[in-house]
């Protein structure tokens, strides 16, 4: 029983009285003296879980880890359901907050069929909560608002104010990144007046209070800005670990600017920046390199200005590709196929995919001859009824010699390009002298898409770094180009084919993902390879609308569907269909080695 008033204790002083210091040593003296007295697996469970929430508000995220791991250990002995949902979506919420996105999906995503059974709609809020944050940092917008718009509702229906509060703050934290500085003051507003009505108001309100500070400056309203300061400074927690003293150290930092206070700002600017070297935000430091580099801009310290602008674009850049991982995209998709139907097992690679340019279909297109060449021979072989017994063979062999000269022309084609006009358009690059900073760019864009046909006309990178390697690189020159996130798992499979059964296999996943792209509709996809022993099986998934399959296989709507099953069956392989309206497309191709 000692251990559960010490939980009770720990919360108490955390989230109603915003303490956190004193909770950490409760949590401290009580693992030092006590811990190794409690056998019972649900109450240590419990306190892990409670040091791990704990040193998360304190932005201690290694330390949060260790302990809701330490905490999970436990649970799985207990038939406390709910307890597992909470440690899974605490530690999503870590990871999340150490910028490692995919395994903050995995984790949240794993917690809710536990709060389901459980029925705890606060946590399934909480999650939904963390859940909009995820998509509204990667672009996801329209995402973002429909599980808003639910969570708001739900968080309503049950009067959870603290749930309340931060959607509308987190909504705010969100106009802010898309540069909708203006808008965000409403919903900060929202998330004070709903904080006002719960329990947990001394640790949230100093941060919605800064956080007002920080958007009233950002648009140069000083007057309410100075405002927000006053009430700001009678908070008693208002330099609490954690984002209490985040948020003051920037609010005092935009605050400081807006008045052109130049030498406080950068002072305070500083200071914000080592703080978030120390805590690992990455996006902190992101914003803190920004101002800095706009406070020497001002000061008219140019090479200052330029070191932290470098190292901004940097972090920048690295947070993008973080955003654009295929891990988020894979458990993202998990979550929403959860959310969806959870019966669906076929689907949990579900992605969100935007939209597809049309940059693939014009580069395919260039073949569009070719393709209506090999339509009209499957025309005549499948309308000469006497050679019904010879058509098969005849397909196959039709096909073969098809994709041998295919390969031959573009291997020729793709040889002219990257040694003939790749290597001119790179001496122009270094020749001309025309305007220095538009013109690199615009030939080095050119180079960019010469070689991406090259690459599409006979696929070099087998004979550079395999076909494992070559596969990944498709599939992730695929997101790069057209902005639609896909998801590989691919297996070592370099020395298990013939050189020609590679780039047959190669031309497989590159029909797949193109008929992916042109017609499946879809909003996740994900491309696995597997080598077994006696085997590699394929397999290319989405969610999209789906087709009929006889349909489109009796009347040849498709050359993509019939060049696919071609390549197949001169491969002695084996491929499946599991499609169907509205269903989805799953494609099972086994090849035997």
């Given at each position: 029983?000692?251990?559960?008033?010490?939980?009770?204790?720990?919360?108490?002083?955390?989230?109603?009285?915003?303490?956190?210091?004193?909770?950490?040593?409760?949590?401290?003296?009580?693992?030092?003296?006590?811990?190794?007295?409690?056998?019972?697996?649900?109450?240590?469970?419990?306190?892990?879980?409670?040091?791990?929430?704990?040193?998360?508000?304190?932005?201690?995220?290694?330390?949060?880890?260790?302990?809701?791991?330490?905490?999970?250990?436990?649970?799985?002995?207990?038939?406390?359901?709910?307890?597992?949902?909470?440690?899974?979506?605490?530690?999503?919420?870590?990871?999340?907050?150490?910028?490692?996105?995919?395994?903050?999906?995995?984790?949240?995503?794993?917690?809710?069929?536990?709060?389901?059974?459980?029925?705890?709609?606060?946590?399934?809020?909480?999650?939904?909560?963390?859940?909009?944050s995820l998509y509204s940092e990667n672009g996801f917008y329209e995402e973002a608002e429909r599980e808003r718009k639910e969570a708001i509702e739900l968080a309503k229906k049950e009067e959870h104010y603290l749930f309340l509060s931060q959607i509308y703050f987190n909504y705010s934290l969100e106009l802010r990144n898309r540069d909708r500085l203006s808008e965000r003051v409403p919903f900060i507003k929202l998330a004070l007046e709903n904080i006002e009505k719960s329990k947990y108001k001394a640790y949230y309100k100093p941060v919605y209070l800064s956080a007002m500070v920080i958007a009233y400056s950002e648009i140069n309203d000083i007057e309410n800005a100075k405002t927000y300061i006053e009430l700001l400074e009678k908070e008693p927690r208002k330099k609490s670990p954690g984002n209490s003293i985040s948020f003051y150290k920037e609010a005092y930092m935009r605050f400081s600017f807006a008045k052109k206070e130049y030498n406080l700002a950068l002072k305070r600017g500083i200071d914000f920046f080592k703080y978030k070297s120390e805590t690992k935000q990455f996006d902190g430091l992101q914003q803190a390199s920004q101002f800095l580099a706009k406070v020497y801009e001002?000061?008219?310290?140019?090479?200052?200005?330029?070191?932290?602008?470098?190292?901004?674009?940097?972090?920048?850049?690295?947070?993008?590709?973080?955003?654009?991982?295929?891990?988020?995209?894979?458990?993202?998709?998990?979550?929403?196929?959860?959310?969806?139907?959870?019966?669906?097992?076929?689907?949990?690679?579900?992605?969100?995919?935007?939209?597809?340019?049309?940059?693939?279909?014009?580069?395919?297109?260039?073949?569009?001859?070719?393709?209506?060449?090999?339509?009209?021979?499957?025309?005549?072989?499948?309308?000469?009824?006497?050679?019904?017994?010879?058509?098969?063979?005849?397909?196959?062999?039709?096909?073969?010699?098809?994709?041998?000269?295919?390969?031959?022309?573009?291997?020729?084609?793709?040889?002219?390009?990257?040694?003939?006009?790749?290597?001119?358009?790179?001496?122009?690059?270094?020749?001309?002298?025309?305007?220095?900073?538009?013109?690199?760019?615009?030939?080095?864009?050119?180079?960019?898409?010469?070689?991406?046909?090259?690459?599409?006309?006979?696929?070099?990178?087998?004979?550079?770094?395999?076909?494992?390697?070559?596969?990944?690189?498709?599939?992730?020159?695929?997101?790069?180009?057209?902005?639609?996130?896909?998801?590989?798992?691919?297996?070592?499979?370099?020395?298990?084919?013939?050189?020609?059964?590679?780039?047959?296999?190669?031309?497989?996943?590159?029909?797949?993902?193109?008929?992916?792209?042109?017609?499946?509709?879809?909003?996740?996809?994900?491309?696995?390879?597997?080598?077994?022993?006696?085997?590699?099986?394929?397999?290319?998934?989405?969610?999209?609308?789906?087709?009929?399959?006889?349909?489109?296989?009796?009347?040849?709507?498709?050359?993509?569907?019939?060049?696919?099953?071609?390549?197949?069956?001169?491969?002695?392989?084996?491929?499946?269909?599991?499609?169907?309206?509205?269903?989805?497309?799953?494609?099972?191709?086994?090849?035997?080695?």
């Amino acid at each position: 029983m000692l251990q559960h008033h010490v939980v009770n204790r720990m919360y108490y002083y955390s989230g109603v009285k915003g303490d956190l210091d004193t909770s950490k040593s409760i949590f401290d003296d009580f693992k030092k003296h006590h811990i190794l007295k409690v056998k019972k697996p649900r109450r240590l469970s419990n306190f892990y879980k409670a040091g791990g929430l704990i040193h998360f508000h304190m932005a201690k995220y290694d330390e949060s880890l260790l302990f809701y791991e330490e905490a999970l250990k436990h649970a799985v002995k207990t038939t406390d359901i709910e307890a597992i949902g909470e440690i899974y979506m605490g530690l999503g919420m870590v990871f999340y907050s150490q910028g490692k996105l995919s395994k903050s999906s995995e984790n949240l995503q794993k917690s809710i069929p536990f709060f389901k059974e459980s029925k705890s709609n606060n946590s399934i809020i909480n999650v939904k909560n963390v859940m909009i944050s995820l998509y509204s940092e990667n672009g996801f917008y329209e995402e973002a608002e429909r599980e808003r718009k639910e969570a708001i509702e739900l968080a309503k229906k049950e009067e959870h104010y603290l749930f309340l509060s931060q959607i509308y703050f987190n909504y705010s934290l969100e106009l802010r990144n898309r540069d909708r500085l203006s808008e965000r003051v409403p919903f900060i507003k929202l998330a004070l007046e709903n904080i006002e009505k719960s329990k947990y108001k001394a640790y949230y309100k100093p941060v919605y209070l800064s956080a007002m500070v920080i958007a009233y400056s950002e648009i140069n309203d000083i007057e309410n800005a100075k405002t927000y300061i006053e009430l700001l400074e009678k908070e008693p927690r208002k330099k609490s670990p954690g984002n209490s003293i985040s948020f003051y150290k920037e609010a005092y930092m935009r605050f400081s600017f807006a008045k052109k206070e130049y030498n406080l700002a950068l002072k305070r600017g500083i200071d914000f920046f080592k703080y978030k070297s120390e805590t690992k935000q990455f996006d902190g430091l992101q914003q803190a390199s920004q101002f800095l580099a706009k406070v020497y801009e001002t000061l008219g310290n140019d090479e200052k200005a330029y070191q932290y602008y470098k190292n901004y674009t940097t972090i920048k850049d690295s947070i993008t590709g973080l955003k654009k991982a295929r891990g988020l995209s894979y458990y993202q998709t998990l979550y929403e196929t959860e959310k969806r139907d959870t019966q669906i097992i076929e689907q949990q690679n579900e992605i969100k995919l935007l939209d597809a340019v049309s940059k693939i279909k014009t580069q395919w297109l260039l073949f569009g001859g070719l393709g209506l060449l090999f339509v009209f021979g499957l025309f005549v072989a499948f309308r000469s009824k006497s050679f019904a017994q010879k058509k098969l063979v005849m397909q196959q062999k039709f096909a073969h010699q098809l994709i041998v000269a295919q390969e031959n022309e573009r291997k020729s084609i793709a040889k002219e390009l990257h040694d003939g006009i790749g290597q001119d358009l790179l001496l122009i690059k270094h020749s001309v002298k025309i305007d220095v900073e538009k013109a690199p760019k615009l030939i080095d864009k050119t180079i960019e898409n010469i070689r991406a046909l090259s690459r599409n006309l006979h696929p070099v990178e087998l004979e550079k770094v395999g076909i494992t390697k070559a596969i990944i690189n498709m599939v992730n020159e695929v997101n790069d180009v057209t902005g639609i996130f896909f998801s590989e798992d691919v297996q070592n499979i370099d020395k298990s084919l013939k050189k020609e059964e590679e780039i047959y296999l190669y031309r497989i996943i590159q029909e797949c993902i193109n008929n992916i792209i042109k017609h499946s509709e879809a909003s996740a996809s994900k491309i696995s390879v597997v080598n077994n022993e006696d085997v590699i099986v394929l397999t290319v998934q989405d969610n999209g609308k789906g087709f009929r399959l006889e349909k489109a296989k009796t009347k040849f709507k498709t050359l993509g569907l019939q060049s696919l099953i071609e390549r197949v069956d001169y491969l002695k392989g084996k491929i499946e269909f599991d499609t169907g309206l509205l269903k989805g497309t799953k494609i099972k191709i086994t090849l035997y080695k």
